[in-house]
């Protein structure tokens, strides 16, 4: 059984730092690309990330580009997500999803599995 589990969320001042994991298990990890996807209160998905299976190559919404950094441990079977200079609208709950980067992702369900989530807040 595929499961993903996503922490590292939590409030967070403007301009401040937070790095979220996601623990991968019931695949073999590191033959799939990796995304990061995200939903703010009252709005609709968005693909924040997306990573090659080795960690190669990675891709950013222009939303994040140059603030978010993609990585990957293999070993570790862990995806990692590095948000720097976070704003406000940086606000909302963050999943990691399993499967190619469906950048134009409406749900969830685009992907091939998906974690619970983690909530991450950027407020002073």
């Known amino acids: 059984e595929v499961q993903l589990v996503e922490s590292g969320g939590g409030l967070v001042q403007p301009g401040g730092s937070l790095r979220l994991s996601c623990a991968a298990s019931?695949?073999?990890?590191?033959?799939?690309?990796m995304n990061w996807v995200r939903q703010a209160p009252g709005k609709g998905l968005e693909w924040v990330s997306g990573?090659?299976?080795?960690?190669?190559?990675?891709s950013y919404a222009d939303s994040v580009k140059g603030r978010f950094t993609i990585s990957r441990d293999n070993a570790k079977n862990t995806l990692y997500l590095q948000m720097n200079s976070l704003k406000p609208e940086d606000t909302a709950v963050y999943y990691c999803a399993k499967g190619g980067w469906i950048t134009s992702a409406t749900t969830l369900s685009d992907f091939d599995s998906w974690g619970q989530g983690t909530q991450v807040t950027v407020s002073s």
């Open positions: 019931g695949f073999t990890f590191s033959m799939y690309r």
């Open positions: 990573i090659s299976s080795g960690g190669g190559t990675t």
